[in-house]
């Protein structure tokens, strides 16, 4: 069962696994903090919406324009090459993007995580660990591809998703 934050988040106020972009600065969603959705997220959130999203997406456009899907105070959820679930929360956006994660194994528990990871444009990262390209014990979650110095995709690797919960007002930078 969703809690209650996510609840209203992504079922009342339509946020739904179909919805892309972010949410209009007038909604009650955009006056939830990103730190209070991503906190609030659980596994069972995560499994639900990653339910509903669709399986075909094969990118999520991070391009420096209007079409940007990933702007800072987005929340992303995720499950990884290795089946693991988690969550991301962009904290910077741009050629690198500075995200937060937390990906959990299968009992529930925290597998890894991190406050503040840089991620490098044109280079593979693999949630699981937090490790950058080839480093980690397991294959590589995403891709943060860059087209030209606009056009920039999230894409996924080696059988991972990714589905947006939504753009919320950006929390303060610890």
């Known amino acids: 069962m969703l809690n209650y ?3 209203i988040l992504v079922f009342y106020l339509g946020i739904t696994s179909a919805t892309f ?7 009650q969603a955009y006056t939830q903090k990103a730190d209070d959705v991503y ?4 596994v069972q959130d995560i499994k639900d919406i990653l339910g509903k999203w669709d399986k075909n997406q094969d990118r999520i456009n991070g391009s420096d324009d209007a079409e940007n899907q990933i702007p800072a105070g987005t929340v992303i959820v995720y499950v990884t090459s290795d089946k693991n679930y988690g ?15 937390t990906t959990y194994g299968p009992g529930g528990s925290v597998n890894s995580m991190a ?3 840089l991620i490098m444009g044109t280079y593979a990262y693999d949630l ?3 490790s950058q390209g080839k ?14 110095l606009k056009t920039r995709y999230l894409v996924p690797q080696n059988g ?3 589905a947006l919960v939504g753009r919320f007002e950006e929390s303060e930078q610890k």
């Open 87 to 101: 969550k991301m929360k962009i904290l910077k956006h741009g050629y690198n993007l500075t995200v937060g994660w």
């Open 115 to 117: 406050g503040k990871l």
């Open 128 to 130: 699981d660990y937090g």
């Open 135 to 148: 480093n980690g014990l397991s294959k590589a979650d995403f891709w943060w591809e860059q087209v030209d």
């Open 21 to 27: 972009g972010h949410i209009d600065k007038s909604s």
């Open 39 to 42: 906190d609030n997220l659980t």
């Open 5 to 7: 934050t996510a609840k």
């Open 160 to 162: 991972a998703m990714f």
